[in-house]
């Protein structure tokens, strides 16, 4: 094959590695504007959303690349399993070593960075990528690092990134409580075909002396662009699956046809993902449980109905709280309810007081419905729909043998 060489050799590039990746678009440009202007105008948060992952972690890198040495930054672009590990990783960033260190120790040391950083008016930055892929309890301590800043002024700014899943985290519990903080968001649009063609002719260039009209026919690049929607993480994998595919056909021109060849192993393994994906969100039985909801009786003339979800509900004085209780005898994060498909369960935060449940202390208690919870002065019923159902139909049932009595 006349460019065999230069074929395979461009079928190995990774997006986020070869040299295409320094294309930056006119978006580009004004996403890393954006981000530079929320860091200098001291917001605790920016929300950078787009599809792929290649594009947010490249202008991230830009962004931090133009910034002082002074400036602390963690960037957590891997995955984690817990919020321990988590927040191992952002103070490893900062050079202390997370070994054998509880999470509350983990949130000390942190605490005393910032503070450090804030006496020498040295800002911080903790950068959070794929964040649509992060557990509830995760979720619950992004929104407590923003209001660690809203409270403190440490000079922290938290930037999130993700695909566009990360849109709707931002509207429901626990984010939705500090979203309004990152002011507009970030939106990365895909590229435009003329962005198409010229990424993919850096794609030739970099492997070798061939041109783009050499190896794809003119309408491929078109084709190309529609089937991948724009997006460069999947425009890249379509190149690369083009070039080897020709190389197995020993051809020298990608066509139209060799492209919709080489886009049709993408598309299945793209479906495939789709369905697991939407497996995972049904029960064994495929049926849906009963909504649960908390009662919360704050004062004798306010009570208070809270429907639970899957995410968690943080009950506290600080007013970033779901339920926030304003006496001395709770404290600023005092307990966490976090709900799932298994049930709902409490855990106490530390607090100074305790946390109760049907008048006995507890530190983590898997909630039973009927079950009341005491912080403070505050009563919080745990039920679920069919328990109140039930409840309700009881005391009809007792009405009316009352009346015909």
Request: a negative charge.
């Amino acid at each position: 094959m006349k460019h065999e060489q230069q074929s395979s050799r461009m079928a190995d590039l990774p997006f986020e590695q070869d040299p295409a990746t320094e294309f930056l678009t006119d978006c580009h440009r004004n996403a890393i504007e954006r981000l530079e202007l929320s860091f200098s105008q001291k917001r605790p948060l920016a929300v950078l959303v787009g599809d792929g992952r290649s594009a947010p972690r490249f202008i991230i890198g830009r962004f931090l690349s133009t910034l002082d040495e002074d400036v602390a930054v963690a960037r957590i672009a891997e995955p984690f399993a817990n919020t321990t590990e988590f927040m191992g990783k952002i103070i490893r960033a900062f050079d202390f070593d997370p070994k054998d260190m509880s999470l509350e120790d983990l949130e000390s040391v942190l605490s005393m960075f910032l503070s450090f950083q804030k006496s020498h008016r040295h800002r911080t930055i903790i950068c959070i990528e794929d964040v649509q892929n992060c557990e509830w309890w995760v979720l619950d301590k992004i929104r407590r690092l923003v209001g660690m800043e809203c409270e403190g002024g440490y000079g922290l700014t938290v930037i999130l990134s993700g695909q566009p899943g990360l849109k709707d985290l931002l509207h429901s519990r626990p984010l939705s409580s500090v979203a309004s903080y990152a002011g507009k968001r970030i939106w990365i649009e895909p590229f435009t075909l003329p962005e198409t063609r010229e990424y993919a002719r850096r794609r030739v260039e970099a492997a070798g002396t061939a041109s783009i009209d050499e190896i794809f026919q003119y309408q491929a690049i078109p084709l190309i662009h529609e089937l991948c929607g724009g997006v460069p993480d999947s425009i890249s994998a379509l190149i690369s699956r083009c070039l080897r595919t020709a190389e197995e056909d020993g051809v020298d021109l990608i066509t139209r046809e060799l492209v919709q060849r080489a886009f049709e192993p993408l598309r299945a393994a793209s479906e495939h993902e789709d369905v697991d994906a939407d497996a995972e969100t049904l029960s064994g039985a495929g049926l849906p449980r009963p909504t649960a909801r908390l009662i919360v009786q704050l004062t004798d003339d306010d009570v208070r109905e809270l429907a639970l979800r899957q995410s968690n509900i943080l009950i506290g004085r600080s007013r970033l709280c779901d339920i926030r209780i304003d006496s001395r005898l709770v404290s600023r994060h005092h307990a966490l309810i976090s709900h799932s498909p298994e049930g709902a369960t409490i855990i106490d935060l530390g607090s100074t007081n305790g946390t109760m449940v049907d008048g006995h202390a507890i530190k983590e208690h898997l909630l039973v419905p009927g079950e009341t919870i005491v912080v403070g002065h505050c009563r919080i019923e745990y039920a679920t729909d069919d328990d109140l159902q039930s409840q309700f139909k009881c005391a009809e049932q007792a009405n009316d043998i009352k009346l015909n009595s």
